[in-house]
């Protein structure tokens, strides 16, 4: 079918798709591209998008909320991550559209990447595993790791990562400031505002070491992670800064 407005995401949203046709719609470039380039249709479209896909968001948000109001009744979702995570900042109750990069966004990201077939991209903060939906059904050659805290997430992105056959993709569980967590080699990181300044300052230190091996692209989206590679890491050379979107930046290195 043709996807010319969000009426078209509705109206697949509305019905029972066989997992066969969800797997066909994967492959399917303009299953993930937004009907107009604004953000509230952004937004919306993804929400549809993970609603026809079987994804369980919304459940699995409240659930977290619950148990976090239990820790901080008058709490927002600036302070339940913490109560909830040992202090870490995994933003529960915040926007499932704003915790979650926007599909189409994703799409233009892989485009101007220009990936070759069979590099790894790694997700550093990684939440449901929006990125390893849209590498598995059009970059079908390539591997996908997403890193994420919080372990429903990471179950819940996986099931759908299984149910839709991306066996090349995986979420993984996991603090990305623990002592004892290293980070794999890869040709691309997607790195987001996952945390406090201090983890993500740490994380671009784990990737300096891999971009003193081999050449390395970031794809920095946040405001906080783009300002610390600003201040704090000129290794990493700016290829690219949203014009047509003012979210994310590019960045290369081969420090060598």
Known sequence: ????????????????????????????????????????????H???????????????EEMLIAEARGFDPDGSHETWGPSLHRGVQTWVGLD?????????????????????????VVDLGAAYGRMGVVIGGLLIKNFFTGFEYVKSRVDEGN????????????????????????????????????????HIDHTLKQISAVASKRPVKVVARGTFTKRIIA????????????KLEEFFSIYTAYIN
């Open 231 to 242: 201040d704090h890491h000129p290794w990493l050379e700016l290829k690219y800064e949203g």
């Open 96 to 120: 499932l559209q704003t915790l979650q990069t926007p599909y189409s966004e994703i799409l233009r990201i892989l485009h101007l990447l220009k990936i070759k077939p069979y590099h790894h």
């Open 1 to 44: 079918m043709e996807f010319k407005s969000l009426a078209d995401f509705q109206r697949l949203e509305s019905v029972t798709l066989p997992l066969s046709d969800k797997k066909r719609l994967i492959q399917y470039h303009d299953f993930f591209q937004t009907p107009k380039a604004n953000d509230v249709i952004r937004r919306q």
């Open 46 to 60: 993804s929400n549809h998008v993970d609603k026809v896909l079987g994804f369980r968001l919304r459940y699995i």
């Open 159 to 198: 099931r759908v990562f299984q149910e839709l056959g991306l066996n090349r993709c995986q979420l993984i569980a996991q603090d990305l400031f623990a002592k004892d967590f290293e980070l794999p080699e890869a040709d691309v990181y997607f790195i987001y505002d996952y945390g406090q300044v201090e």
